[in-house]
Nanobody, 120 residues
Framework: QVQPVESGGGLAQAGGSLRLSCVVS????????MGWYRQAPGKSRELVAT???????TYADSVKGRFTISKDNERKTAYLDMDSLRPEDTAVYYC??????????????WGQGTQVSVSS
């Protein structure tokens, strides 16, 4: 069973920075996408940022220029560097992984979530 494992998060002041990490055992997968979604209280889950195995990145408009996603293929880890944090960034952040094994269809996996709280 593939289980993304998140770390990082916590409490920050507005204007501060935090880093999230996500490790996924991705051996034998192709066409992978890793990233983060977030869900604030009373709101639906939304895309934050993703990165493909080729390094193509996607960002939500609300985080462009403030958040940076990257990955370390050797460590099978993706990182989300969050700068210039705002109170509206407060949410539970979920690591996301999608990949395709040989002779299989694409499958999605989710981490347990990590809380990010930004105080004003």
């Amino acid at each position: 069973q593939v289980q993304p494992v998140e770390s990082g998060g916590g409490l920050a002041q507005a204007g501060g920075s935090l880093r999230l990490s996500c490790v996924v055992s991705t051996s034998a997968f192709r066409d992978t996408v890793m990233g983060w979604y977030r869900q604030a209280p009373g709101k639906s889950r939304e895309l934050v940022a993703t990165i493909t195995n080729r390094g193509t990145t996607t960002y939500a408009d609300s985080v462009k220029g403030r958040f940076t996603i990257s990955k370390d293929n050797e460590r099978k880890t993706a990182y989300l560097d969050m700068d210039s944090l705002r109170p509206e960034d407060t949410a539970v952040y979920y690591c996301y992984f999608r990949g395709t094994r040989p002779f299989d269809t694409p499958r999605e996996y989710w981490g347990q979530g990590t809380q990010v709280s930004v105080s004003s």
